[in-house]
Each structure stands twice: as C-alpha cells, then as structure tokens.
C-alpha cells in the first residue's frame, strides 16, 4: 500500500530500475517525485558518471559500502538473499540515506536554473515511467526470419573466405590479426602504412581499409568482419533473447547516458543496427509491428543544420531550407561541382559528413 500510494511522495536513485522489479511482483510504484540520479544528468550530463556510489563522492564526499563490500565478487560473489541480514540491511539503509542526502545537495541548484527545472520536471521524470513501461512490454521480432539471414550471411562469409584464399595462395583465419598479418605483410608484401606499440604492421580497421583503396584482400577481410559482427551480434544473438514470458525482446534504455540528451539502449543495444549495408537493412526488417498495428519513424529533418542556419545566418543555407530543398545534396552539388539532380546517395552521404563535421568542430 506505502509504495503504490501516489500521495506518499517518493524519492529514489534510477527508480525506472525500481518500478521494474515491483511491477515483476504486481506492485505498481507511484509517487515517484524525484531521482536522484537524473536530477545529477540535467544538472550536467558529462561531469560524472551518475551511479550513487560515484555521487556520494562528488556532492557529499562519502565512499559508500559497495555491492561487493558485501556479496563478494568474481566467482565467489554470492546473490543479495545470501548476505547476511545486518550487513544487508546497512548497505540497503546507507542507500536510502543517501539518496535523500543526494536529493537535498542536488535539487536546490537546479532549482537554481528555470529552465534547467522545467526540463527536469517536465520531460526527465515524467519520461521515467513510460520508458518502464517500453521496456516491460519488448520489442516484437521475427526469430525464424532472423535465423533464415544466419544462414545467408555464413554463406556469404564462406564466399568471401574462398575469394580470400584464391588471392593468399592459402587457408588462413580471416578472423585473426596475427595470420592475416602474415599473410599481408610477410607473404604479399603490401606497405605497412601503421605499428602497433610492438613494432608489428597493424591490421587495424583503419589501416585496412587505407589498404583496401588499393588491394582487393583487405577489403575481403574487412567485408568479412563486417559480416561476421552481424552475424554474431545480430542474426545470431538476437533470437535467444527472446524472452519465454512474453516472446519478445526487451531492451534497457538509458535516461543518463549520452551527453547529448538522447537516449541509448543495451542489453541488446537496439539503437546501432546497421542501415549502410543491404544486410544490416534486411535485419531491420526483421523488427516486427502485431497483426493490426504499424512501426511509426518519426525524425527531426536536419535539426542540427536549421539550428546552423539560424545561428550562422548563411544566406545559402537558409535560402535551401526556404525553398525545402534537401540541404546535404545542395552541398554534394556544390562540393562535386555537378548539378543537384545527378548527386548519387553516396555523394549525398560524404556530403552530410561534411556538414557535420563543420558543425562540430571539423
């Protein structure tokens, strides 16, 4: 009844994490008033990392007792319902204590700052419960499509490997430095353009594809890894975890992560599938909407460039976006020198790359 009263006010440090494990056991957490946690982000997303333990130090300057202090670690660490009963309940009180200290040292300075304040209160905390509620219901996706492009992609890898094998004049293991090492520099020659620490010719992916701009086998190889990560990460990994309860896929999203204000997820991370290549598009695909409903793609058109234009005053930019032109191919045409209509979506894309890297510092 305390916790799901709305009228008792409620004070926590990532309750999203909370509100999760009390809704496993049908206990719906209400009066979530402040976290502690996102009251340290809003007041400055890249000074610290937001766990408590980190806080206490930095606005209270307190070491806390640890998880490990008490549970242990590494292989010996034991799960909390075996820690003994009065270490439990000290680290569990410290916590609570804490985190009311923590609220107290925080919140008048955000108070401090009005807008600060209405971005907390308005956007941050009430975000709180609907990203518990995402994460409870999942992601709906396609296992047997998924395990139908598994297939596909070792199939491309096994054609890339023999491709591989013809240029080398060997087997070799596309997936370690040390062979591909040997076989680049000892056995064809090709330039070492970089070391590592060590002195060996690397193998890196920067160096490889510098490689691949003039050699076919580094841009096998790369086109292997680039495959493999899919498959292991993706087509692979994806499918089992699926959850039994609810057969679809649950993410963790991060309110207190990127410096930027966005959000990232983990576990699986669902924000970073490719869409460069045909492959990463076909396992987007596999991202599924129920019979009856459809997946929605909302975007900001070229935020940051309209905030540029705004703020620069450039005439060129600002004529663009007046007449709704789209403002990356503009610039592949005056970059390339060719007329707006002929701009390829590869020219568009090292466009965009230019008008970002401009923004920020390029």
Known sequence: PLLEDSSRLKVGHNLKYDMNVLANHGISLRGCQHDTMLESYVLDSTATRHDMDSLALKYLGKKTISFEDVAGKGAKQITFNSVPVDKAAEYAAEDAEVTLRLHQALWPRITEHPAMEKLYTEIEMPLLPVLSRMERHG?????????????????????????????????????????????????????????????????????????????????????????????????????????????????SYHQAVAATGRLSSSDPNLQNIPIRTEEGRRIRQAFIAPPGCVLLAADYSQIELRIMAHLSGDQGLLAAFARGEDVHKMTAAEVFGIDHAAVTEEQRRTAKVINFGLIYGM
């Open 139 to 251: 992601v709906a996706i396609n296992a047997a499509m998924l395990l139908e492009q598994s297939t596909q992609l070792a199939e491309k890898m096994r054609q890339v490997e023999q491709r591989a094998y013809t240029i080398a004049g060997e087997d070799f293991n596309l997936g370690s430095p040390k062979q591909i090492q040997t076989i680049l520099y000892d056995k064809l020659g090709l330039p070492a353009l970089e070391k590592t620490p060590t002195g060996q010719p690397s193998t890196a992916e920067s160096v490889l594809q510098d490689l691949a701009l003039d050699y076919e086998l580094p841009g096998l190889i790369l086109e292997h890894r680039g495959l493999s990560k899919l498959k292991s990460t993706y087509t692979d990994r994806l499918p089992e975890q699926i959850s039994r309860r609810t057969g679809r896929v649950h993410t």
